[in-house]
């Protein structure tokens, strides 16, 4: 299997707001998180999924393969704009990833990142977009979407649930893309229509449903998926009518191209992507 992920990148120190005018860490004044956000980005990729895996044969001092079974041949393209981005600094080998410097405006990228899964379909089994922080834990991922999609179809596409951890307070994990207000989602998708599937893996019961917020700064599509998303005469139209410009190069293509289901709160963690940091868990505090 080969995995292709392209990522967009921006950082601006110099900057007082992020260009679709809000805070984001992209424009904080230390780049110390940035830095390490997107190298456990990228890093993990290759952690997860890199046939380079090994169990250490202690008795022989030799080491023999590991994860044959789940491992891929993984290909990252980070996309930056002029010399706002912070690629210089990371440590992550020559062949971790390719660097794709552009000049279009930053709150685009996603849609520059759109451009490149187009241009190498036919090359890969999976295409993948995500976030700069955004982090995969999970060395199943793949196999959970086409077990998901082998049962439902490609015409549904299953999201993962973006998570922050804490080391301390009153909650360790919390999922952070609760649900929207019905009127930023009603001109884009029928929740009414099949809003819960049911099946078990594992020998455990799990839920789906259709979210209020589809959000997840990511998605991971089949080599089937993409080819009939990017026919599409929408594909590189750059709406951003969803929340913003960033979410809606993450989120508002998909949405329009597919049906989203993500795990039921019940079940969320079997499918979820770490979100680096804390800056949505570390809002939570006793009422």
């Known amino acids: 299997m080969r995995i292709l992920a392209v ?11 992020a260009p679709d005018g809000r805070r984001h860490g992209s424009v904080a004044k230390d780049p110390a998180p940035r830095i390490e956000a997107l190298s456990a980005c990228i890093a993990a990729l290759h952690q997860q999924f890199d046939p380079s895996q090994s169990i250490i044969d202690i008795a ?3 080491t023999r393969p590991a994860n044959a079974a789940i491992a891929a041949g993984v290909d990252v393209i980070v996309c930056t704009t002029g010399d706002k981005h912070l690629v210089p ?7 971790a990833f390719t660097h794709l410097i552009t000049d279009d405006p930053a709150p685009f990228l996603g849609y520059t990142c759109r451009a490149v899964l187009r241009d190498r379909i036919g090359l890969y089994d999976y295409y993948c977009y995500l976030e700069d922080d955004l982090i995969v834990r999970d060395p199943f991922l793949f196999a959970k979407l086409a077990w998901f999609n082998g049962h439902l179809g490609d015409d549904r596409l299953l999201q993962p649930n973006r998570y922050e951890l804490a080391r301390k307070g ?6 952070v893309d609760g649900d929207l207000a019905d009127h930023v989602l009603a001109p884009f998708a029928d929740l009414t229509v099949d809003p819960t599937l049911r099946s078990k893996f594992l020998n455990v019961d799990l839920a789906f449903h259709r979210p209020k917020n589809p ?8 080599a089937r998926q993409m080819a ?5 005469a929408d594909f590189l139209d750059r709406e951003s009518s969803f929340v913003g410009p960033l979410e809606s190069a993450a989120t508002l293509g998909i949405l ?6 993500k795990p039921s709160p019940e079940n969320a963690a079997f499918l979820e992507i770490e979100h680096h940091g804390t800056g949505f868990v570390g809002l939570i505090r006793m009422p």
């Not at 009153?170 to 999922?175: D, E, H, L, N, T």
């Not at 009939?228 to 599409?232: D, F, N, T």
């Not at 329009?256 to 289901?261: C, D, E, K, P, W």
Request: a positive charge; proline letters at 2%.
């Open 60 to 62: 022989r001092k030799v």
């Open 170 to 175: 009153i909650v360790r994990k919390a999922y």
């Open 256 to 261: 329009r191209a597919f049906t989203i289901y």
């Open 7 to 17: 990522i967009p990148h921006y950082f601006d120190s110099d900057s007082q707001q």
């Open 215 to 222: 959000h997840s700064g990511c998605y991971f599509l089949n």
């Open 89 to 95: 600094a990371l440590d992550l080998g020559h062949s």
């Open 228 to 232: 009939s998303w990017g026919a599409r």
